[in-house]
């Protein structure tokens, strides 16, 4: 059962009208020309068939494999986990699934499409981890809530570049994002009856999937 407080009602609102002032102020950023201009370029032939950017396409690989196997271990182990801990580490693995699949199509189409479908996966990774890190640091009960809110916010924010190119609400909440995250990795784990994550693992995740 989720406890709603006036002072989680509160950090909610905070968080969103945070969020929408700095994104009004730094509106429009579009995305740079070079975007798509990639360091190696390229094409390598397999059963016929040319395949562009091929080393930019190959990295995603061990992102799957990662993913795949963190499946496989949360879902084997799921009954030594709580059903929010389960849940965080269900949607960061599948995150990555997703992110390396759509980083693929990006990278043999390059076009905005395949961008936005790239950036769904991220936005699946980033809001699992801080989920995590809130369930970790801060409240387990609510931290499915908040992660829910946060990828809704990625969410929004990405199809809003899609349709205006304007990429300062995307970017805006994934640096708010990333600043939650590093100041609540300085506080104290709170007293959980379920195994928790290394903190330093959260960090390592969060930052690969920003490399996209």
């Not at 969103?16 to 032939?45: C, H, N, W």
């Not at 929010?84 to 960061?92: E, R």
């Not at 950036?119 to 801060?138: H, N, P, T």
């Not at 590093?182 to 007293?191: C, E, P, T, Y």
Request: net charge positive; glycine share 6%.
């Amino acid at each position: 059962m989720f406890i709603v407080s006036f002072k989680n009602i509160f950090c909610s609102i905070f968080f969103i009208t945070l969020f929408m002032g700095v994104t009004y102020l730094l509106s429009p950023i579009y995305q740079p020309a070079e975007y798509t201009e990639f360091a190696d370029t390229r094409t390598f032939k397999l059963i016929g068939k040319s395949i562009p950017n091929f080393m930019d396409l190959i990295t995603n690989l061990p992102y799957l494999i990662f993913g795949l196997i963190g499946l496989s271990l949360v879902y084997f182990r799921k009954k030594y986990l709580s059903k929010n801990l389960f849940c965080h580490l269900l949607v960061i693995f599948i995150g990555l699934v997703i992110t390396s699949i759509g980083s693929s199509y990006f990278h043999l189409v390059l076009d905005k499409l395949s961008l936005f479908i790239d950036r769904v996966g991220i936005a699946i990774v980033i809001s699992g981890i801080l989920g995590l890190v809130i369930y970790q640091k801060l409240n387990q009960k609510l931290s499915v809530i908040y992660s829910i809110i946060f990828l809704l916010i990625l969410m929004v924010s990405n199809y809003y570049w899609y349709l205006t190119n304007d990429l300062a609400p995307w970017s805006i909440a994934q640096v708010l994002g990333i600043v939650i995250v590093f100041v609540l990795g300085f506080k104290s784990n709170i007293d959980l009856k379920f195994p928790t994550i290394n903190y330093w693992l959260i960090i390592t995740l969060y930052l690969i999937a920003k490399i996209y």
